[in-house]
């Protein structure tokens, strides 16, 4: 089998003008606008912000992550993963190019399971990049075990009545619609018994109650917010899928969206090292550069050998997406999303730490970053739980053996080679 990341030279054409567009289009508006890419835009940003849209469109690339059904190119796995380690290099080259999270998940969770109503509704203007959408299942009692969640759904006549509480639905102050997972038969185990429904904005009952931001973001960013469902009412065709199914409607967002995170990491990393590189050459200290200090080239040699790997885990698993699907890819997505975290964390903080005090502040790009890294430990799953499902599937491939001599236990090896040729000889 071989394994092939290799794209034809016109779309090697594609990302040589993304590369351009990005860096002098797109990269100038996370100066202009820092923190304001979740936020609606008003006149100033839409006159900079639309056209720059539009010119993505005429290039073919909006939206780069679907399919043709939903009136993408289908480029799949593999070019996205090209594409987005570029956008990663900006906050607002997801939005630029209709890549944002959470939007993309939701609308594949629109585009399998809403109505026609919900999908026109909702669908369109969340692919024009139009209105932005929230994602509501962690509860304040916990995120990464769903058992503890309490959220109820219990049906009355036509409709469903909601209540229960949601923590760190991000965007809830600015979006148009949420999708919530709602527990409806609590006599099964939660897997079985939840299911997912769509509540537009504005419906009697669903209030804000807090918005907490992440430390180091703006005040205008949307943040994540304590959400409170209280008595809200919704009509039957509101809930996506069927009934018990909320886990496998989740289930098809989750997973591409934790690889779309790890492919727009690669960039974030690789703007770190683009950072830390020019700045030790630059630093004088006790006669030489930063960049003569061993332990500084220790910094920038560990942080290639931290993202040359993980970019090529990313490839290697958007490669088994397209050559074999999503489900055939679960352990490498897994992995992927691991990495990302980790690998974020740890070249953004060396670049940090070369650029001394001010990589601290906000006058760089690098806190963060560095806290996109900690952030990504934690949405979508902390990297434990994720660990702890990655080696139980690892662990499926495996059968138990002898409990006190394992099979490479030299005297079974011994044994089998001498039954293989027939040779006796002297264990050494
Ligand atoms: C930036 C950001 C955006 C987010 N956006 C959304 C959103 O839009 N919608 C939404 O629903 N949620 C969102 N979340 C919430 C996210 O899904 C939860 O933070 C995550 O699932 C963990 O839940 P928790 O924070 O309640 O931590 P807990 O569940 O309390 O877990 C705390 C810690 O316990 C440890 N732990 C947990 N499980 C295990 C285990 N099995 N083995 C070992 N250790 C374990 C881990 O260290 C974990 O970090 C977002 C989170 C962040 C950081």
Known sequence: MSWDFSTEPEFEAKLDWIRTFVREEVEPLDALFPGYEYVPLNEERRRIVDPLKQRVREQGLWAPHLGPELGGQGFGAVKLTLINEILGRTAWGPIVFGTQAPDTGNAEILARFGTPEQKERYLQPLLNGDIFSCFSMTEPQGGADPRVFTTRAVRDGDDWVINGYKYFSSNATVASFFIVLAITDPDVPVHKGASMFLIPAGTPGLTIEANHHLYGAYPHDPGHALVHYDNVRVPADAMLGEPGQG???????????????????????????DMMAPRAKSRFTQGSSLADKQLVQQFIADSYTELMPFRLAVLHAAWLIDTQGEHAARAEIAACKILAAKVVQSITLRAMQVHGAMGLTKELPLAGMFMSGVALGLADGPTEAHKVNLARQLLKGYEAEDPLWPSEFYAHRLAAATERYGTEVAAP
């Open 247 to 273: 886990f496998h409607v989740a289930q098809s967002r989750l997973a591409g969206g934790r690889l779309h995170h790890a492919m727009r990491c690669i960039g974030v990393a690789q703007k770190a090292i």
